[in-house]
């Protein structure tokens, strides 16, 4: 069965999200071994700068970076990623299956997205569209 990671930046504060989580990661523990890890969100002031910015992306992605074993395949979900169907996201978790790599990790970025080094890292960048979502909801909507 294979190994499924989210990592993600912050925690499900409302509960309706934590409820809605709990929910799909039942239904998926018959088809992977899922698992969750949260990553501390860089705290920024009300309106950061562009390098408060970039620090904040820096020290989220040296945290995300230090939860990702060197052998996974990893799928970061960005703006910039490709959109797929359901099916066409399953066709691809097989092959990576096939070619060897048995975790899989999705990386959801916080309030600012994901560093550079992240994106870079990752063998995959996956889209849910072009809108800027909430990276609560957008966790839901990955599970």
């Given amino acids: 069965m294979q190994?499924?990671?989210?990592?993600?930046?912050?925690?499900?504060?409302e509960g309706y999200w934590r409820d809605a989580a709990v929910e799909y990661q039942k239904r998926l523990s018959a088809f992977c071994r899922l698992s969750t890890v949260e990553i501390e969100e860089e705290r920024l002031p009300q309106n950061p700068s562009a390098a408060q910015i970039a620090a904040g992306l820096e020290a989220e992605g040296r945290r995300i970076l230090s939860k990702i074993a060197a052998d996974s395949f990893v799928v970061a979900l960005c703006i910039e990623g490709k959109l797929q169907s359901s099916e066409e996201l399953a066709r691809m978790l097989d092959r990576a299956a096939v070619s060897g790599k048995s975790d899989v990790i999705f990386v959801?970025?916080?309030?600012?997205?994901?560093?550079?080094?992240?994106?870079?890292?990752?063998?995959?960048?996956?889209?849910?569209?072009?809108?800027t979502l909430p990276h609560q909801l957008a966790r839901v909507m990955l599970l």
């Fill in 108 to 131: 959801i970025g916080g309030s600012f997205g994901l560093s550079d080094e992240v994106k870079k890292l990752s063998n995959y960048k996956l889209s849910f569209g072009k809108m």
């Fill in 3 to 13: 190994a499924v990671t989210i990592v993600c930046v912050g925690k499900l504060k």
